[in-house]
């Protein structure tokens, strides 16, 4: 079986031969990797058993695209406006373009039609689509791109308390911006479009359920009806870390298919979630990144991977991913346990 139709089968909530898996890393296990397999990007992934390749776009991307060149402490300015500042590793934003609310009237969203960014996704189509699934990556998308980027978590959230019509305005151009770009990546081909916002924490949603509801919700599903209008066919992800288990019923209400990244937080119990909504709607993650895969040893990981698995695998509906990107604190040793453990538990019919 192709891997891309094996990871198309799982979305489709039915048994493929194995688990399709998806695992994504940041820079350091990256290189880390590549030293030992002698390939890099996409090609790594799939060296390692991944059955689909991801492209990111929009905001997230803008973040990224100097990571490699940033030394500790310096600083870069996205076309977004906003000002990002090399920090342990990561790149932070440390200057946001929304510094009042009078400054939207000025702010220019950056051009969705501008063809730099399907490019990689073309590359990507022409190299992998035949046998990979192809995975567009359109995170943060709104609430998170709000509040992280343009405007500043204190400050956001307390315009959607005290200036909801404001609030909404930034929300609106997010979603036209990302409406353009997605269709751009839709027309082209793609598996799957991944929408999403961090909207979780480890104990509960960011803002209230019904705050959600009323802000978010509505640009997401204008969103996904201009793709689903475009290509009927193209599959919804949504991402977000942390408890968002209020508004899952939501998601799946507005035409969201796949889910992620299911942090075993809060009220994110496995094999509840599974029980609840595991016929609508299918999974991706929910290894825990926090304490076991760098902490654990290597037959922890083991029995956390055969544990998950147990969760969410069986009759499809599940590719198996760690709840969050493998950053530098994860042993390599507790890499290898997690890549053969999936490979000997996520076969079809599977045995525990």
């Known amino acids: 079986m192709k891997p891309r139709d094996r990871f198309l089968k799982a979305i489709k909530l039915e048994e ?8 994504r890393w940041g820079k350091e296990i990256g290189q880390r990797l590549s030293a030992i397999f002698g390939v890099a990007g996409p090609e ?3 060296r390692i058993g991944n059955d689909a390749v991801v492209c990111q776009v929009g905001i997230n991307a803008e973040m990224e695209m100097s990571k490699g060149d940033l030394a500790e402490g310096e600083t870069y300015k996205s076309e977004w406006g906003v000002v990002y500042q090399r920090q342990s590793g990561f790149n932070n934003p440390i200057e946001h373009p929304l510094k009042s609310r009078e400054d939207l009237k000025d702010y220019t969203f950056p051009d969705p039609h501008d063809p730099k ?37 204190q400050d956001f959230i307390l315009d959607c308390y005290d200036d909801s019509e404001w609030a ?14 997605g269709i751009h990546a839709v027309e082209s081909g793609v598996d799957v479009v991944r929408i999403g916002d961090d909207i979780g924490t480890q104990t509960g949603m960011l803002i209230p359920p019904e705050l959600w509801r009323d802000l978010v919700k509505p640009r ?8 689903k209008k475009t290509n009927p066919d193209i599959i919804m992800l949504y991402h977000s870390c942390g408890d968002f288990r209020p508004i899952i019923g939501d998601l799946i209400e ?9 942090q075993r937080v809060g ?64 042993p390599t040793d507790n890499i290898w346990a997690m890549l053969e453990s999936v490979k000997d538990y996520g076969k079809y019919p599977l045995k525990f």
Do not use: W
Not at 16 to 23: N, Y
Not at 254 to 262: D, E, K, P
Not at 270 to 297: C, H, S, W
């Open 117 to 153: 960014r399907i490019r990689e996704i073309e590359t990507v189509m022409q190299k992998y689509h035949e046998d990979y699934a192809v995975i567009v990556d359109l995170s943060s998308s709104l609430f998170e791109a709000a509040m992280a980027h343009l405007r500043g978590m």
């Open 254 to 262: 507005v035409g969201v298919q796949f889910l992620s990244t299911m």
């Open 220 to 227: 997401i599903k204008r969103m996904i009806q201009a793709f």
């Open 267 to 330: 009220t994110m119990d496995p094999y509840e979630i599974k029980r609840e909504f595991g016929d609508k709607v299918a999974f991706k993650g929910g290894l825990d990144t926090q304490q076991l895969m760098p902490n654990g040893t290597p037959e922890a990981v083991r029995r956390g991977v055969k544990d998950i698995l147990k969760a969410y695998a069986p009759g499809g509906g599940y590719v198996f991913m760690p709840a969050h990107l493998l950053y530098q604190d994860v």
């Open 16 to 23: 493929a031969d194995r688990v399709p898996q998806l695992i």
């Open 44 to 46: 790594l992934g799939l």
């Open 168 to 181: 909404g305005s930034v929300l609106d151009g997010l979603a036209d911006y990302y409406l353009q770009l």
